[in-house]
Structure formats: C-alpha cells, structure tokens
C-alpha cells in the first residue's frame, strides 16, 4: 500500500467491499471511492466474495452489489453480509429498473454514478450507527 493511500484510508477508515460483474463500472467506483478516502476491496467473483464477506467477518462496514448481478446473488451476499456484520450497510446499485433491489441500505441508480455514489457515502457518514435507508 502507498504513503498516499494510507493517508486516504485513515480519513474515513471506513472499509467498503465492492462486487459486480461489470468490471469498468467497478473499476470507476473503485476509484471514485479510493479518492475520496476509503478503503475498498473490489471483486467480479461471488464464490471469493462470499469467502471475503466470512473470512473477514465484522471488518467490512459497507457491502456494494453491482447493477448486473442477478437477484439471487444479491440476496445471498445480504443475507450473509448482514448476519455478519449486522451494523453493516449495503449499497445496491439498479439500472433501468428499481424492481428487486430489496435488502439494500442504499439503492441507487447506476446511471447516476457517481454523484449520487459519493453523496450517499457523506450521508452514511454522517449517519454512522443510524437505520436510516438512502435511495437515488
């Protein structure tokens, strides 16, 4: 890890775990959230996201689930994220439709990014501990 990133990281010390299987659109959040001072572990493969999610048990306080992955894997990584991490929040990510997009704290349009991403992530910020759901 960099001097730089080290910096970033203690800004929020917030750990975010990033999937989805669009790889540009999660190589642009990666970015976008690694800049602004978060620690951000992203990933296009289930299987190593669900071991990410329980060898890593209580480290990742945000789950991000990319637009593409199917319904059955968001549920999954929620259910698993938040039996584990129960403070934890989820950001889902839709596109075109806001149809099964339960489970998130957050739900945001993809087309949106990423304004809406980083505005969300000040407002958790300044909720940190709060139930409050956030929708863009």
Sequence with gaps: MTGTRDLQTAS????ILSFGYAKPQLREKHRALSDTGFDVTS????????????????????????????????RALSRLFRRLQPGGKVVVFYRHSIANVEGGTVVLSEQRFPENLLESMKTLERQQGRGTEISS
Excluded at 12 to 15: D, E, N, S, Y
């Design 12 to 15: 929020t010390g917030r750990r």
């Design 43 to 74: 990933i296009s493969n289930f299987r190593q996201a669900n071991q990410l999610i329980v060898s890593n048990a209580g480290a990742f306080e945000i789950l991000m689930i990319g637009a593409t992955v199917p319904e059955r894997e968001r």
